[in-house]
């Protein structure tokens, strides 16, 4: 006797309502885990060693910025995820022709605050084709409220610029032993290869700060 064939399953047959969704949300898990690897993944841009830019910061730090440290060690942040304040997604590299100031910063870290209004008027004196103060807003994940918290602030120098996935960025200045907590600000040079690390907020506006700065623009 021959056995009978399996009977026919029955297909479920998604719509296409349910089809774009599933391609929406599968698009969505995508994008975030590429931005979630782009800023937790230290290795994935290097840069060559620069101990003689890194010596010179270290010997212009003084005074108020005694604690600039200069590293010069390849460590690239071309590659960290950015949105601004309209959405669009950027990285350092949007920004590769400037050497940057990037200070990371969070609305709720009160040294942060204090430190916004130097860091604004550094922003005033020195932004240019060359140099630009860039903050970069991690640790918050609340919709709006770090818009909220520079606009309060009136520092219109500083505009905004966040982390994508809200706590990637502090994630990453972690693994990196770049720093434990916020503010944290990094210098690096036009292709976003650091050259000096802060840990902790600074008085930027101060002749001592100026004299940083110079050192660092001119190289």
């Known amino acids: 006797m021959t ?3 399996p009977p026919p399953q029955t297909t479920r047959k998604l719509q296409p309502r349910r089809v774009l969704v599933i391609a929406l949300f599968s698009a969505a ?3 975030a885990i590429t931005l979630w690897v782009g800023n937790n993944s230290t290795q994935a841009a290097s840069c060559p060693a620069n101990t003689v830019g890194a010596a010179k910061l270290d ?3 003084l005074g108020e910025l005694a604690a600039v440290t200069g590293t010069g060690n ?3 942040y071309a590659d960290m995820a950015l949105k601004d304040a309209a959405g669009k997604d950027l990285t350092v590299a949007s920004f590769a022709g400037k050497k940057l100031l990037i200070n990371f910063w969070a609305s709720w870290c009160v040294p942060c605050r ?3 209004p130097a860091l604004n008027a550094l922003a005033q004196t020195y932004n240019s084709d060359a140099f630009m103060v860039l903050p970069v807003n991690t ?3 609340q919709e709006g409220k770090a818009a909220k918290f520079l ?3 009136n520092w219109p120098n500083l505009p905004l610029y966040a982390d994508p996935t809200g706590f990637s960025i502090i994630d990453r200045l972690k693994t990196s032993a770049v720093s434990a907590g916020l503010p944290a600000t990094v210098l ?3 292709k976003g290869c650091e050259l000096a690390v802060l840990q902790g907020p600074a008085e930027w506006d101060s002749p001592d700060g100026h004299a940083l700065i110079d050192t660092f623009i001119k190289g």
């Open 74 to 76: 390849g460590r690239s």
């Open 29 to 31: 898990i995508a994008l």
């Open 188 to 190: 690096v040079d036009e």
């Open 114 to 116: 204090e430190e916004m």
């Open 3 to 5: 056995d009978l064939p």
């Open 139 to 141: 640790g918050d994940t």
């Open 59 to 61: 010997a212009a730090a």
């Open 151 to 153: 606009a309060d602030g």
